[in-house]
């Protein structure tokens, strides 16, 4: 499966942005889904992710981003999006959509759980 992340760009802080990860050549239902972000001069991290759809579908998030973000599917367009609201300064990075074949038990936060990966795209938050 191939992966394309868009919708970002900059906003103030408070404002919101929504980022879509759409997906060729497989049916995002199959795979858990994950967002992660880079900042300058940081490692990858965990932002938020989505169960494949035959394990429920639920959603968690990294504790920075709880209650702000929300993940969902776009099943018409095969893509998964996620809504980010109140977004702070602390929110700027480049944002990676990941998704997985393989199911594992627990939450999967690591970039090493998921196999594909779409380009990223970057969000700027000023203050």
């Known amino acids: 499966v191939q992966l394309q992340a868009s919708g970002g760009g900059s906003v103030e802080a408070g404002g919101s942005l929504r980022l879509s990860c759409a997906a060729s050549g497989g049916t995002l239902t199959r795979y858990s889904m994950a967002w992660f972000r880079q900042a300058p001069g940081k490692e990858r991290e965990f932002v938020g992710a989505?169960?494949?759809?035959?394990?429920?579908?639920?959603?968690y998030f990294a504790d920075a981003v709880k209650g702000r973000f929300t993940i969902s599917r776009d099943y018409a367009k095969n893509s998964v999006l996620m809504q980010m609201n109140s977004l702070k300064t602390e929110d700027t990075a480049v944002y990676f959509c990941?998704?997985?074949?393989?199911?594992?038990?627990?939450?999967?936060?690591?970039?090493?759980?998921?196999?594909?990966w779409g380009q990223g795209t970057q969000v700027t938050v000023s203050s």
């Open positions: 990941g998704a997985a074949e393989r199911h594992k038990v627990g939450l999967m936060t690591r970039a090493s759980d998921y196999d594909y």
């Open positions: 989505m169960r494949r759809s035959g394990s429920g579908g639920a959603t």
